[in-house]
């Protein structure tokens, strides 16, 4: 079976052909980052329009890439929730019409879920139930996993998500948007130990997230050192480093003990993990440290995996179809 996924919930355009929830015939993925470095996030009303303008292309662009032609998809999917409202609404609208025209199954994915599918997608041996970690620019949440499609939200973030948290403090520090990779990437050359950072655990055994107090400490300490330097008029590079590879430590720390608390409470069988910042180094090292430890499998998606993608919605949906959770064409999309 050949499904058409479509992804535009937030600032990439996406669209990818899939056959039978696995294997991936082509995955396009247009990054809006250039667009939205200058304001030093996502600007809704650039991405939604952004995401109009090129639709058509990325969509036809999968169907060239996968060799297959429009007439010989079977369904098409889409990520109908959680996003921004307007960015959701492109992808949805190309959808329907597309499913009206060709008169074929119409499948709408949760984001989230369709994240932690990712892992579905290269990998054949992941054993139910598990937990599963999403962690991305909007999102920071747990859920127990029962199978492929089953998932029930066991804590989230009370305030930033944890790659809002990159995002800011990559601004804070001046390195632009988006902060992820960039903070991966400087943190290989920093020391994680140079500044004790706040971790925030909130109540015991609690499996919700806060990362604002974090970015709070950040920019305090950092106005702090650029005071320290006035006379040298900047803080240098290795400072800079040690405090982006200390608040990646902060995140990690409390994402892994977060899993390993939850992994014990629920007693699972596996690990999974999405999103963005699911694509961090550091985050991927430790997790596989913990592996062995916790005597479960830890599976992380490969990078391309990890940030939004239509491969991984195109997937979800086959699972979808076969436990008959096809959708009406007055489905909305939700922000
Ligand atoms: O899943 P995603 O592509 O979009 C959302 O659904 O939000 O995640 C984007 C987020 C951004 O905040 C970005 O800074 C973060 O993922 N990210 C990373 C890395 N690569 C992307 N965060 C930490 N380390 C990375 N290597
Ligand atoms: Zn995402």
């Not at 029962?146 to 001046?174: C, M, N, Q, R, Y």
């Not at 390993?260 to 550091?282: D, E, I, P, Q």
């Not at 086959?318 to 436990?323: D, G, V």
Request: proline share 4%.
């Amino acid at each position: 079976m050949l499904i058409l996924g479509i992804e535009t919930s937030c600032d990439e355009t996406s669209a990818a052909v899939v056959r039978n929830g696995k294997e991936i015939l082509s995955s396009i993925i247009l990054s809006q980052d250039a667009l939205h470095r200058h304001f030093g996030g996502v600007v809704p009303e650039i991405a939604c329009r952004a995401h109009l303008e090129s639709i058509i292309g990325i969509i036809d662009n999968a169907l060239l890439d996968a060799k297959i032609p429009l007439d010989e998809i079977d369904a098409i999917a889409v990520v109908n929730r959680p996003g921004l409202i307007g960015s959701l609404l492109i992808g949805v609208t190309a959808a329907k019409t597309l499913s009206m025209v060709l008169d074929i199954p119409f499948i709408a994915i949760d984001h989230l879920h369709a994240h932690i599918y990712a892992n579905n997608l290269e990998s054949d041996d992941i054993r139910y139930p598990t937990i599963s970690l999403v962690v991305s620019g909007g999102h920071t949440i747990l859920f127990l996993s029962e199978s492929e499609t089953k998932h029930i939200p066991l804590g989230w973030t009370i305030d930033d998500a944890a790659g809002e948290a990159f995002d800011k403090v990559s601004k804070i520090l001046g390195l632009g948007y988006p902060g992820g990779p960039v903070i991966d990437r400087l943190a290989r050359q920093g020391n994680h130990r140079a500044v004790k950072f706040p971790r925030a655990y909130l109540e015991k055994d609690s499996l919700d997230f806060s990362f604002s107090g974090l970015k709070t400490a950040v920019l305090y300490y950092y106005q702090g050192q650029d005071l320290k330097s006035s006379k040298s008029k900047t803080v240098s590079n290795q400072d800079v480093s040690d405090i982006a590879a200390s608040f990646q430590e902060a995140v990690v720390d409390v994402l892994v003990d977060k899993i390993v608390l939850a992994s014990r409470m629920y007693n699972v069988r596996g690990v999974l993990t999405g999103g963005g910042v699911a694509a961090n180094s550091r985050l991927r090292q430790r997790l596989k440290d913990k592996s062995k430890e916790l005597s479960i499998p830890v599976y992380c998606p490969s990078v391309r995996l990890c940030t939004d993608n239509a491969a991984m919605v195109a997937g979800l949906a086959y699972k979808k179809y076969l436990e008959g959770d096809i959708s009406c064409l007055d489905l909305e999309a939700i922000p």
